[in-house]
């Protein structure tokens, strides 16, 4: 089967052991290890969990650019323990959103069906990330703006060792942005300056890229969307063929708002609202809840679930993409039923469709698949925690990268819709229907896992079988993140996800068994990037403010160690 849209997935690493770190002060998660590295410096300077999710975010930003970087999008959990008298959870929407400029009806006439994925007009939504980096650390951080981006501006100028991941994702991206942009563009001329692959440990460095941040640490983060950096990148971005101007960056805001929550089994699974999908991946959840799970026993053995289950968990996980596109957009343009989509009727309406013995057809998606995106997670010796999701969309994005700047941009834009019947079709000023899913659960109200993961449409089926696994199979983090994993999704853009990647290390026969039910099994590699990059952290016995300590896991399918001390 074709897989062009992976290019953050990376290689495969292979067999490798599942291990937690634990610490009493702080811990950090993400799919980088030079980025958790400099967030775990960020904790022990003193800095709090926002500080920490700030400067590793940024870290990914210069190493993980095919996934990430500051022209992308961002959503928030925030827990402040300091908050309500007993604590707070916050969401914190950090996308952008469409510019005024933003034609569809012109897009239309012009011949477009649907969005471009790649170039100048897939660039069409403002980046909210950094915009929401400032707002997070002027109500909860610690440090300096300096001190958080010092470790970004330090790789991006003096480079860092080009590793397997990044490289690959060079070169799947390379023909398409040929294609779109030609072979001399910009974003060529930076991520690929040799005319060649990057060789293993080469330094890759990014001036502009580190001059940018070093503005942004002398000015303000502010200074993105309001100063300097924000008129570059207007220039840049309108040369290059991309509706957004200046205006539309000294306008956009991010949005501090409630998060929403279902119940699982004794515990709370919050998310983000929409235009996130979390909701997508709560209603997984409160399906499942409507049936009986495998006994513990079945999940320690660490071949994953049984049959009977992952059936299960797959047909939830179409019932809940079709709702998804059905419904979700930006909740600020039309109204989406949240506390319908959430009631435990409409869940036992769901779970009623199901056929234990076969699957279903799907529908077809109304929205493309999704694509590149990466996790993190921060706890700090306060109480306060962090789960943090950041995108350029599919790998690098748009390909338009400013050469001022050394920004390249997302290509969220080409999420939305030119249908005018669609909910989620293009209006200028709106935010798109977002794949990314941030997760905390909560036990007795408080924070026990903070979780989440990459992995485009997979998201909302990687977060029920990790929370199963923590809750119905009672593994630790470290066996919940590393197990065998699987989903639904589909083939290609617009096709229904009636495909189901599945690694080979589930229990003999179990893949067997789902192609025999019905389910067109695509076979991935053990540990492959493609399932997606899961991450937690668990606060054990209500972590250090309350005299415990933390647990943190990063996936194998990733290039992350977790750190904690």
Request: hydrophobic share 45%; net charge negative; glycine share 14%.
């Amino acid at each position: 089967m074709t897989q062009p849209d992976r290019t953050a997935a990376g290689p495969a690493p292979g067999l490798v052991p599942v291990r937690a770190v634990h610490g009493s002060h702080g811990a950090v998660v993400a799919p980088h290890y030079l980025a958790t590295a400099a967030g775990l410096g960020i904790l022990r300077a003193g800095g709090s969990a926002v500080d920490a999710a700030i400067a590793t975010n940024a870290v990914l930003g210069v190493v993980m650019g095919n996934a990430c970087g500051i022209g992308g999008d961002a959503f928030w959990l925030i827990w402040d323990a300091a908050g309500g008298g007993g604590g707070r959870l916050h969401a914190l929407n950090g996308s952008g959103r469409a510019a005024a400029g933003a034609d569809p009806a012109r897009l239309r006439e012009s011949g477009l069906v649907t969005l471009p994925l790649r170039g100048p007009l897939a660039a069409l939504t403002v980046p909210g990330a950094v915009r929401s980096w400032s707002d997070a650390a002027a109500r909860f951080g610690r440090l300096s703006v300096r001190g958080l981006l010092g470790p970004a501006i330090e790789l991006a100028h003096e480079g860092f060792p080009a590793w397997e991941g990044y490289a690959a994702a060079v070169e799947a991206s390379n023909p398409l942005f040929t294609a779109t942009l030609g072979a001399a563009s910009p974003w060529a001329a930076v991520h690929r300056p040799h005319g060649r692959p990057w060789r293993p440990g080469e330094r890759v460095r990014l001036p502009a890229l580190a001059g940018t941040l070093e503005r942004l640490a002398e000015a303000g983060l502010d200074d993105f969307y309001d100063g300097e950096v924000a008129e570059r990148q207007a220039r840049g971005l309108e040369a290059a063929g991309s509706p957004l101007r200046v205006a539309d960056f000294r306008r956009h805001r991010s949005t501090w708002g409630e998060p929403i929550a279902t119940p699982y089994r004794g515990i709370t699974v919050a998310t983000h609202p929409p235009n996130s999908q979390g909701v997508t991946g709560l209603q997984i959840l409160g399906i499942l809840e409507r049936f009986e799970p495998p006994p513990p026993g079945v999940f320690a053995a660490g071949l994953g679930p049984d049959l009977r289950w992952v059936h299960l968990l797959l047909e939830a996980n179409k019932l809940a993409l079709a709702d998804r596109d059905r419904w979700l957009t930006d909740p600020e343009a039309r109204e989406v039923p949240v506390a319908a989509l959430l009631d435990p009727a409409h869940a036992a309406e769901l779970a009623g469709r199901i056929d234990p013995a076969r699957a279903a057809a799907p529908p077809v998606a109304t929205v493309p698949r999704g694509g590149g995106t990466v996790y993190l997670a921060a706890a700090d010796r306060w109480g306060n925690a962090v789960s943090l999701i950041e995108s350029n969309y599919m790998g690098f994005g748009s390909g338009v990268l400013e050469p001022e700047t050394g920004i390249h941009y997302q290509n969220r834009g080409s999420y939305f819709s030119l249908d005018p019947a669609h909910p989620n079709v293009l209006t200028p000023g709106k935010r798109t229907l977002h794949t990314l899913l941030p997760a905390m659960a909560l036990r007795d109200g408080r924070p026990w896992v903070v979780l989440g993961s990459m992995g485009g449409d997979a998201q909302p089926a990687i977060l029920a079988q990790v929370v199963s696994g923590l809750v119905d199979g009672g593994l630790d983090v470290a066996t919940a993140v590393g197990a065998p994993r699987c989903f639904a999704e589909p083939p290609a853009h617009f096709a229904p996800p009636d495909h189901v990647p599945a690694e080979p290390r589930f229990r003999p026969g179990l893949l067997e068994g789902l192609a025999a039910m019905g389910h067109t099994v695509v076979r991935a590699q053990p540990f492959d990037g493609w399932l997606g990059h899961c991450h937690a952290i668990e606060l054990l016995d209500g972590g250090p403010v309350a005299g415990g300590t933390l647990q943190a896991a990063t996936d194998p399918r990733s290039h992350g160690l977790p750190a904690a001390w």
